[in-house]
């Protein structure tokens, strides 16, 4: 099957009606040349592609003014006193198809308490994938435990999963695969070895939102799956997290265990505190800011997805810029970035700084995503560490750091390229000006060389 005709009935099945509305217009643009491409780069002193601005984020519900004034004015701040944070996890479980919903602090505090109710202990190893925001691997260090990491497919950003297995030690208790930008990773092949070795699965779905995999959301597909609310995100409240699982008993450990370890459900009533928790419970008045943004949340994700599948079918055709690939036909992105490879060899060697310069001077921003976190700093002061010493022999440490190449991921952090999720909420217009832009860019690539 060749990639747009996956792409359209991708869309047509995944998009609802409402906005499909906008963009029943298909055309999926093949690649050529005309005047316009040819003129002088706008880092070159030429007129920018993009002269118009890009979607805000986020955008005020004020919906939500009403209940936040009652509640601010009622002093019942806090969870213990109000039904608000109790009514957003009734609604966002069922948004995400499972039983339950912890709301929680954010999404590093949701995959330390996650990671702590399945098990993971001081000297235990959890394999966790490479590309990603730095919450996904610190996080296993503060549970004292070892991250190990999986190198990265580089043509689906995401935790390969035929490399997970040599990664396994008698050690290793759970696996964090992480819907990196939304995009989904094969959860049924990451399941499969889990099941074989015993592991417990705990997805990083921080930006992952509405994404699916095989008509399920992501975060439901493993023991739990996390979630971010911080202000960056397709879901906002300035800060905020959740855990959803349909385990009622790890549920119920979740709870206790965010909640300074009191008693709830299945975590009986042995005395006032029964198991050793901590504070990491959500506001009310972040429940209220949440339950607000969604009433757009789907609606975005379609625009999201018809921008997106768009700028795949447009920009595959220029040499040199290959789109993120998703791991099997029957997934959605949350496309919380737009992500696509910059290959520089295409672009006669123009390095990807200089791409990306020339791409803002058009007036569309981008960054080039994550760096090679697996030889983060502060991994070499964790396992300098004393406690780490303690905990681990001196033949594993030494085993961890010669294993630690990644040569996948490294190749991705050298070729990534990736939109934020506000400019995904453009027009049509606005989206053609990006491929315009990148079109302009490749013809005039020998301009760029410095
Ligand atoms: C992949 C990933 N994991 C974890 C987190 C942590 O979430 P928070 O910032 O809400 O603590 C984030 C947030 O940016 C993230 O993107």
Redesign the pocket.
Known sequence: MTKSKLTRRQAITAVSAGALGSFVNWSFPSFNINNSDQQKLAINGGEKVHRGSWPEWPVWDQSAEKNITGMLRSGRWWRADGEHIADFEKRYAELMGVKRCLATA????S?IIAQKALGVDAGDEVLVSPF??I??YNVIFMNKALPVFVDTDPETFLMDPSKIESRITERTTAIIP?H?YGLPVDMDRVNEVAAKHNLKVIE?A??GWLGEYKGKKLGSLGYAGCF???NS?NLPAG???AIISNNEELMDKCTSLHNCGRPFGSVARTSAYPIAGINFRMQQIQALILMSQMNRIRKDADIRLANALYLDASLKDIPGIIPAKLVVENCRSAYHLYAFRYISREFNDVPKSRFMNALQAEGIPCSGGYGPQNRDGLIDEQLNSKGYKRLFSEARLKQWREENVLPGNDKLCDEAVVFTQNILLGSRSDMEDIVRAVRKIYQNRDSLKT
Request: negative net charge; charged residues 15%.
């Open positions: 954010s999404g590093t505090t995959l990603t925001f919450a996904s992480v990196i990083d921080c930006q971010s609310f911080q995100k800060e905020g997290g």
